[in-house]
């Protein structure tokens, strides 16, 4: 009754050893790269970092979430070409032919993604993303990736609805159309992918978007999607589909990884929101009372030029020093001095005063602060919420 | 025709559904297959001459899961 297919079988063990050198790799990549940054990135800092950071985020969450939504579908169709092609020529041909649609199917998706990211780009340029907007943005991509997580790992039925699902009338046209046997029918499919992007995809979507520049917008969505290509390359090429006990085994490692990662684009949020209870700030809180006589209270009075002016010290690795005792009741001046910065610590942002600021490499940066009440935290950050500290009034 | 509900419990997401509707191109007889991950049900419109339940079942285990009438 059915009319199954014959694609040779794969070593599903070859497989696993495939995915877990690639992690391996990417965790070496992602520990060892300076200035790491979240997916949200933020507007006119080096832009260079940000394409790296892409790629990576490409090469690993984003390589395995792409392969959990479109792979499955979308290799089983390039593979069904390749079958055709098999039983009509001889072996050798189609060894051949086996790489070349799936190397066409990621061109053509390198290419539409990279379109598409000039688009938002450009749409992004008629908004403004304020750092609200950019942390409730950021909260909720987060929300987005941690219910995404919680759904892989089958907590309850409610985390189903995180996953879209397209509509039928664009995965039925995808199907069909990858019945075709013309070499074009692979670049029409790898285009048709722009429709059915993963979450992590989606994410470095609205990324593009806040870049509010076509350009970098591209330069974003082509490095991620590049970043993608050898992970969906090497297993469509290995397999047509995974089992689905090797499937599940993937999606763990995808969930651990998306939730992880979640979290830290809820704390980067909170950060940008000024809140409080970020892990960052929670934690900095916590371990206050026993910091009075910490190097970094004491630097901060030592820093302290005049009464009613602070200095905070940009560096590429932070804020220093991160915690900032200033008197309550006066206008105060908060210098911000930099020597040689390039990282995201530049796009400096206190949430509280509403003041957002991209600082020059070199130089220093004077921020009135009106006179705030005794015991009053207020928070600073990079526009990524990765960077932290707070100036404490007493 | 007769249109039939299964039930298909291990649906891991929503490729999985779409996994499932792509046996429209392989079982004769099928006019229409709509697979929910979120409900985690397929729903088949087929010819009962062409096709019976256990051919479904057969053909959605040999996709990797498991499905039974609702």
């Known amino acids: 009754m059915s009319k199954n297919n014959n694609i040779p079988a794969i070593n599903p063990v070859m497989i696993v050893f495939l995915g877990v050198l690639l992690l391996a790799f990417s965790i070496f990549l992602i520990t060892f790269q300076p200035n790491l940054e979240s997916l949200n990135q933020n507007v006119g800092s080096d832009i260079m970092s940000q394409l790296i950071i892409a790629f990576i985020t490409g090469i690993t ?16 169709s390039i593979a069904h070409q390749v079958e055709q092609d098999y039983s009509e020529k001889k072996k050798l041909k189609t060894r051949f032919n086996a790489r070349l649609p799936i190397f066409l199917f990621l061109v053509s998706k390198l290419i539409a993604y990279t379109l598409l990211g000039a688009l938002l780009g450009w749409l992004g340029s008629y908004f403004t993303f304020n750092p609200t907007t950019r942390a409730l943005l950021m909260i909720a991509i987060a929300i987005f990736m941690i219910g995404n997580a919680l759904r892989m790992f089958n907590i309850h039925p409610i985390f189903r609805y995180f996953s879209i699902e397209p509509p039928k009338v664009i995965t039925r046209y995808i199907r069909k159309t990858a019945k075709g046997t013309d070499t074009a029918t692979p670049i029409f499919l790898g285009v048709l992918t722009v429709f059915i ?12 978007l806040g870049s509010g520049n076509a350009f970098t917008g591209a330069a974003l969505m082509f490095a991620f999607t590049l970043g993608t290509s050898p992970v969906f390359f090497i297993i469509a090429y290995l397999t047509t589909e995974l089992g689905a006990s090797l499937e599940k085994f993937f999606m763990r490692f995808v969930a651990v990884v998306i939730l992880i990662l979640g979290f830290v684009t809820l704390d980067g949020g909170l950060n940008l929101m000024g809140s409080p209870y970020s892990l960052q700030n929670l934690t ?25 002016e602070i200095t905070l010290y940009v560096q590429n690795e932070g804020y220093f020093p991160e915690i900032l005792k200033a008197p309550a009741g006066k206008d105060l001046t908060l210098n911000l001095v930099t020597d040689g910065v390039y990282s995201c610590a530049l796009a400096f942002l206190i949430p509280d005063i509403d003041f957002y600021q991209m600082l020059p490499s070199v130089g220093t940066v004077q921020v009135n602060i009106p006179a705030q009440t005794a015991g009053t935290e207020m928070y600073f950050t990079c526009s990524m919420g990765m960077y932290t500290g707070q100036i404490i009034f007493e | 025709m007769i249109k039939k509900i299964f039930k298909v419990s291990d649906m891991t997401c929503s490729n999985c559904a779409m996994k499932l509707e792509s046996l429209e191109d392989v079982l004769d007889g099928v006019k229409e297959i709509n697979a929910s991950y979120h409900k985690l049900e397929m729903s088949i419109e087929y010819d009962e001459s062409k096709l019976t339940e256990e051919d479904i079942m057969k053909a959605v285990k040999k996709k990797g899961y498991t499905a039974s009438p609702a």
């Open chain 1, 284 to 308: 900095r809180n916590s371990s206050f009372p026993s910091a009075e006589s910490s190097p970094e209270i004491s630097s901060a009075q030592q820093i302290t030029s005049a009464e009613d």
């Open chain 1, 61 to 76: 969450t984003g390589g395995l979430s792409c392969l959990a939504v479109q792979g499955g579908l979308l290799a089983s």
């Open chain 1, 197 to 208: 992007p993963c979450g992590v995809t989606q994410a470095m979507m609205a990324t593009a």
